[in-house]
C-alpha cells in the first residue's frame, strides 16, 4: 500500500480508502454487518487507514461498524465522517438557506451524535454533506467549524461536493477553513481535474475521490437484464435502457484499452490514482474478496499517460441518481 497526504492536514492516508456507505444497511441492500466488518478488517491488515462514513448511513449504523473495528485495531486509522443537512435534501438546492441544512446548533449536535456513534473522543475529518455557494458568507457554518476544533471535537473540516457539481466549492475553498474535499471523480466523469483539482493543488487542499466505480457501473457488472435486491437504490440507478448503456461504453473502454490494463475494476481505481491531486479513492468493499482486490490496486501505480488519453476519449456527462428536483 502506497500513502499520500491529505491536503495540508499532514495525515499520511492509503491511496485505497474505505467508503463506508454500503455497510450502513440501507439504500444499498445486502450488506451483513459481519461481512462487511471483516471485510474492513482485511483492509486494514493489507495496509488500508483512512475510513470515510457519515451520520446519514444508515441513521449511525456505518458509524457504528466502523467505530467497532478501529477501536480493535492498534494501528493508527483515520476517520472521516459527514454532517447530513438538516433538511435531508441530497444534493442542496438552489434558494434554500442555510438555516434550514447547517445552522449552528445543529452542526454541533450531529458532531456529538457521530462521536457517540464511533465512540470517539475526536473525529479527524468532519465534512458537510452537500454544499451550496451561497452560503459562503454565513456565520453559522464558519462558527461551527472553529468553535469545534477549538474543542477538540474535530481535527478538520471538509464538503462532500454535490454530485457532478465539482466547480460549486471554488470560492468557498478561497475562504481558508475547509481542509478537504470529496468529489465524484471517474473514467465518466473526470471534470473535477478540470477546474477543482488546480486550485485544490494551489491551497494544499486535501482530495478524496468518491465513486469511482460509478456504483457498479465500472466494475463490469452492470449488463442487460441486471437486478438488485428490493428498495436498493440502484434499482433507480440503472432503471430502464441503463444497464445496456452502460455496458456498451464499458466495452468501449475495454476495446481501447486492451487486456494489460484490465479487469475494468482495477482500470477505474488506477484512473483515480493517476491524478496526482487526489488523496485517496473510496471504493465500497462488502465482502473481504472486494478488499483483497481493491488493495492490491495501490501497488499496480498510475496509468502510463497514453492509456490516460485514450480514457480521456469516454467522457460520458450525465447524472442517473434522478433525484426530484
Same mark, same amino acid.
Given at each position: 500500500m502506497n500513502y499520500r497526504k491529505l491536503g495540508r492536514t499532514g495525515f499520511e492516508i492509503s491511496?485505497?480508502?474505505?467508503?463506508?456507505?454500503? =455497510?450502513? @444497511?440501507?439504500i444499498w441492500i445486502g450488506a451483513k454487518d459481519d461481512e462487511s466488518q471483516k471485510a474492513l478488517h482485511r483492509a486494514i491488515d493489507l495496509g488500508l487507514n483512512f475510513i470515510d462514513t457519515a451520520l446519514a448511513y444508515g441513521d449511525?449504523?456505518?458509524?457504528?461498524l466502523v467505530g467497532d473495528v478501529v477501536r480493535r485495531r492498534s494501528e493508527r486509522i483515520y476517520v472521516a465522517s459527514k454532517v447530513p443537512p438538516k433538511n435531508m435534501l441530497w444534493?442542496?438546492?438552489p434558494g434554500i438557506p442555510l438555516s434550514q441544512t447547517f445552522p449552528y446548533d445543529y452542526v454541533t449536535r450531529c458532531v456529538d451524535r457521530s462521536l457517540k456513534n464511533l465512540k470517539f473522543d475526536t473525529i479527524d475529518l468532519m465534512q458537510f454533506h452537500v454544499w451550496n455557494p451561497d452560503w459562503n458568507e454565513s456565520d453559522d457554518?464558519?462558527?461551527?467549524?472553529?468553535?469545534?476544533? +477549538?474543542?477538540?471535537?474535530?481535527r478538520h473540516f471538509g464538503i462532500s461536493i454535490n454530485d457532478y457539481q465539482p466547480d460549486s466549492v !471554488? &470560492?468557498? !475553498? +478561497? !475562504? @481558508? *477553513?475547509?481542509? &478537504?474535499?470529496?468529489? =465524484?471523480y471517474n473514467i465518466f466523469d473526470p471534470r473535477a481535474q478540470d477546474n477543482l483539482f488546480p486550485l485544490c493543488r494551489e *491551497?494544499? =487542499? @486535501?482530495? =478524496? &475521490?468518491? %465513486?469511482? *466505480?460509478d456504483e457498479g457501473g465500472l466494475t463490469g457488472k452492470i449488463k442487460?437484464? %441486471?437486478?438488485?435486491? &428490493? @428498495?436498493?437504490?440502484?434499482?433507480?440507478?440503472?432503471?430502464d435502457d441503463r444497464p445496456q448503456q452502460v455496458f456498451d461504453h464499458v466495452s468501449q473502454i475495454e476495446q481501447a484499452v486492451g487486456e494489460e490494463y484490465l479487469p475494468i475494476a482495477e482500470l477505474a481505481l488506477r484512473f483515480c490514482l493517476s491524478a496526482p491531486e487526489v488523496s485517496t479513492v473510496i471504493p465500497g468493499m462488502r465482502s473481504v474478496r472486494n478488499a483483497e482486490l481493491n488493495m492490491a490496486v495501490s501497488d499496480k501505480g498510475p496509468l502510463p499517460a497514453d492509456v490516460l488519453a485514450k480514457l480521456s476519449e469516454h467522457r460520458w456527462l450525465?447524472?442517473?441518481?434522478?433525484r426530484p428536483a
Open positions: 491511496e485505497i480508502g474505505y467508503g463506508a456507505w454500503g =455497510i450502513g @444497511g440501507s449511525g449504523h456505518s458509524e457504528v444534493p442542496a438546492r457554518w464558519k462558527r461551527a467549524v472553529e468553535d469545534l476544533k +477549538r474543542a477538540g471535537k474535530v !471554488l &470560492a468557498t !475553498l +478561497r !475562504l @481558508g *477553513l475547509i481542509d &478537504a474535499v470529496q468529489v =465524484i *491551497l494544499d =487542499i @486535501g482530495v =478524496i &475521490a468518491r %465513486v469511482p *466505480l442487460p437484464g %441486471v437486478t438488485f435486491p &428490493a @428498495g436498493d437504490f440502484r434499482t433507480r440507478y440503472f432503471k450525465r447524472d442517473f441518481y434522478v
